[in-house]
């Protein structure tokens, strides 16, 4: 099927101040670097840990943020640069976010009707009576009632938060769902009724999802393709299986040597790797490889030459010196 989106070398940079005074100004390099596409009714997972850029690059791919640098293009048009009134149309109502936090992100004081009446408000989609339908529609389509309707956020559990967040999300009828941490902050029962809900979602409504997770289990329960990125860079790309399986990136190898794996006969034991240093910050990433001073494989050149991001075996890509390209 075709390529939905593709995001080319986004950076999205924030300025500072720095120094005692604040006097001068500097910039973090929240993404430096990321790369990767995803295909109509695939599920990329984007992994790494907090402070490594997954958050802000969905972010900056909905255009939450402006990109310092790069392309999205989304059904073949780059939309990196497009102005808030090219985007209010159609690419608003096309690309939709699921966040971390559903409470967070749903007014206190708002009715469950009026809060998933908003966007059709914003997007001038439907008449009233359609609306009002529709919301009893979505509210049953996510597992709840339509009755709902007149509730508040606070009378429903985070698993019941999340549906809505969901459903809120369901409203304009988006081809491309991003999903930041979507059941992080649930219980890990609720955790596998909500990806089964999003995986039913997108077998029925043929949705795409970026699906942004520190857990690597859940991505790999969940996701076609995984992106694994550090300190702002995409390190990493391939097929679940092959990643999984055979990651090729020091950095991948070490999260997934931290991930309880299933015993299986003839399975070859995977040894802890345990990273030397601390992370360090995005305001003064390291040169080179921005790995090196943690990598247990760095060599002379990784202090030096900036790896780059290609495919070194087929449809598997990956920024690292040990590997020549395919
Ligand atoms: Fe390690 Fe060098 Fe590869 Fe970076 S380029 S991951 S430092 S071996
Ligand atoms: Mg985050």
């Known amino acids: 099927s075709e390529t939905i989106l593709k995001v080319n070398n986004l950076k999205k940079h924030f300025p500072i101040k ?3 005074l604040q006097r001068e100004t500097g910039v973090v390099k929240a993404v430096d670097g990321a790369h990767f596409s995803v295909k109509k009714g695939e599920t990329i997972g984007i992994v790494g840990e907090s402070g490594c850029g997954k958050s802000t690059t969905g972010r900056t791919i909905i255009r939450l943020y402006e990109p310092t640098e790069g392309q999205i293009i989304y059904k073949g048009q780059d939309i990196a640069h497009l102005k808030e009134k090219e985007m209010r149309s159609t690419i608003r109502r096309d690309i939709q976010m699921i966040f971390q936090d559903p409470f967070a992100s749903l007014n206190p004081r708002k009715t469950l009707g009026s809060i998933l009446y908003e966007p059709f408000k914003v997007h001038k989609m439907y ?3 359609e609306r009002e339908e529709r919301i009893g529609d979505l509210l049953e389509t996510v597992g709840l009632d339509a009755s709902f309707k007149s509730r508040y956020p606070h009378e429903f559990s985070g698993g019941q938060r999340q549906r ?3 459903a809120r999300a369901l409203t304009t ?4 769902i991003i999903a930041d941490e979507p059941v992080s902050a649930l219980d890990v029962s609720i955790q ?3 990806i089964n809900l999003l995986e039913d979602l997108q077998d029925d409504l043929g949705l795409t999802y970026v699906f942004i997770s520190h857990d690597l289990s859940v991505v790999r329960h969940i ?6 990125m550090y300190l702002g860079n995409m390190m990493e790309l391939a097929s679940k299986e092959d990643l999984y399986a055979e990651p090729l990136h020091p950095y991948t190898r070490a999260l ?3 991930v309880p794996v299933p015993k299986r006969k003839g399975a070859e034991k995977r040894e802890k790797i345990v990273l030397q240093g601390d992370l360090p910050s995005p305001s003064n990433p390291p040169t080179g490889c921005v790995f090196h001073t ?7 050149e990784c202090k030096k030459v900036v790896p780059v991001f290609e495919e070194k075996r087929q449809d598997h890509f990956v920024a690292c010196h040990l590997y020549k390209k395919a």
Request: proline share 6%; glycine share 10%; charged share 20%.
């Open 294 to 300: 943690r990598c247990p494989e760095a060599m002379e």
């Open 18 to 20: 720095t120094g005692v």
């Open 164 to 166: 809505i967040g969901i």
């Open 173 to 176: 009828q988006p081809d491309l």
């Open 256 to 258: 997934l040597s931290a």
């Open 127 to 129: 008449s009233h009576k």
């Open 223 to 228: 996701a076609d393709r995984v992106g694994v």
């Open 192 to 194: 596998a009724q909500i």
